[in-house]
């Protein structure tokens, strides 16, 4: 299994919501990452998850929230956002941190904030 | 910082055209360089990679070489197909990991 799964592909949120991504894989990848995606941008880095623990914050808002329950699991909790938070959310991982080796990215949940 | 340049696009060829899209980079130390691919709608997918100066990654018939003199990796593709349009991001591996450069768009036409 060479997938990383990421719940929900879309999701439509207001201002006052809380909601919440998921994003998994069983390739026993121990870094995990969020990435955000605006439309023509490149990705840019969020949050990387290192053996469970967060390692690098990219000076993100605190309305995201990262979560890292299990070696395999990683949520990125979402509360009070604002409309210019729409984007395409990009969950992937990879064997370590120490990078020479590549990122596996999942398909992304398409957020619209309302 | 680390940084990639890449070519601003969008490229439009025709099928079987010959491809290059430049990339350039800047890093203090000795990264891994990349090539990621991403189709509408989906997410990015590993297109080739190298890990050291010289080396030549290749995959479905994309390369790049890692030139440490000219700081580049530029992919290349001998015949292109209408399949193969996408968005190609060049992408540095260092600390942070994976900066990317802006993304190139490839249309290719019949």
């Known amino acids: 299994d060479t997938e990383v799964t990421q719940t929900p592909k879309h999701l439509v949120m207001g201002m006052t919501n809380k909601k919440s991504l998921k994003c998994e894989q069983h390739?026993?990848?121990?870094?995990m990452y969020w990435y955000k995606q605006k439309a023509k941008k490149p990705p840019e880095l969020m949050f990387v998850?290192?053996?469970?623990?967060?390692?690098i914050n990219e000076s993100v808002p605190s309305r995201f929230s990262p979560e890292c329950p299990n070696s395999s699991l990683l949520n990125l909790h979402l509360h009070a956002l604002q409309p210019e938070d729409s984007a395409l959310y990009l969950c992937?991982?990879?064997?370590?941190?120490?990078?020479?080796?590549?990122?596996?990215f999942g398909q992304g949940t398409r957020l619209t904030v309302v | 910082g680390n940084s990639v340049t890449q070519m601003e696009g969008p490229v439009t060829l025709s099928e079987e055209a010959f491809l290059t899209i430049n990339c350039t980079y800047t890093?203090?130390?000795?990264?891994?360089l990349f090539w990621y691919v991403q189709y509408p709608g989906e997410g990015l997918q590993l297109l080739l990679k190298?890990?050291?100066?010289?080396d030549k990654g290749s995959n479905k018939g994309f390369e790049a070489t890692y030139r440490k003199e000219t700081t580049s990796f530029h992919l290349e593709k001998g015949s292109v197909q209408v399949s193969d349009s996408a968005v190609y991001f060049c992408?540095?591996?260092?600390?942070?990991?994976?900066?990317f450069g802006t993304g190139t768009r490839l249309q290719v036409t019949l």
């Open positions: 992937a991982s990879s064997q370590e941190t120490v990078m020479n080796t590549e990122a596996f």
């Open positions: 390739m026993g990848h121990r870094a």
């Open positions: 998850y290192s053996y469970e623990k967060l390692s």
């Open positions: 890093a203090t130390g000795y990264p891994s």
């Open positions: 190298a890990t050291k100066a010289d």
């Open positions: 992408a540095l591996s260092d600390n942070p990991p994976h900066t």
